[in-house]
């Protein structure tokens, strides 16, 4: 599987932007996917994860209630809605899909959790 994340770019603090995830190869319907980000000089971060079967999210600390993953099947895509945005938001952002079998309700929140990455797309939140 193939990911491509894209929609990142330049916002102002307090604004929104909206990424995707979709697989240019392979399909990514039917596993869970994960954002994460990953600021300079700073170890991958877990920002959310999405079920595409059931729908059920998870979310990091710092993003909760700001962020929301969903999934879009006409289109075979994954989106992040993030709101409120802070200058601390500002990092490249990946998504990934989790290959192997997984628990109803887990928390899959490890950069080992997941078996296919994609590029990143930079979001930068001025503030």
């Known amino acids: 599987v193939q990911l491509q994340a894209s929609g990142g770019g330049l916002v102002q603090a307090g604004g929104s932007l909206s990424l995707s995830c979709a697989a240019s190869?392979?399909?990514?319907?039917?596993?869970?996917v994960g954002w994460f980000r990953q600021a300079p000089g700073q170890e991958r971060e877990f920002v959310a994860h999405?079920?595409?079967?059931?729908?059920?999210?998870g979310y990091g600390d710092s993003v909760k209630g700001r962020f929301t993953a969903s999934v879009d099947n006409a289109k075979n895509t994954v989106w992040l809605q993030m709101n409120s945005l802070k200058s601390e938001d500002t990092a490249v952002y990946y998504c990934?899909?989790?290959?192997?079998?997984?628990?109803?309700?887990?928390?899959?929140?490890?950069?080992?959790?997941?078996?296919?990455w994609g590029q990143g797309t930079k979001v930068t939140v001025s503030s």
């Open positions: 999405i079920s595409w079967n059931t729908g059920s999210t």
């Open positions: 190869r392979g399909t990514i319907s039917n596993k869970l």
């Open positions: 990934a899909a989790r290959g192997r079998a997984r628990s109803i309700g887990s928390y899959y929140f490890r950069t080992t959790d997941y078996d296919f």
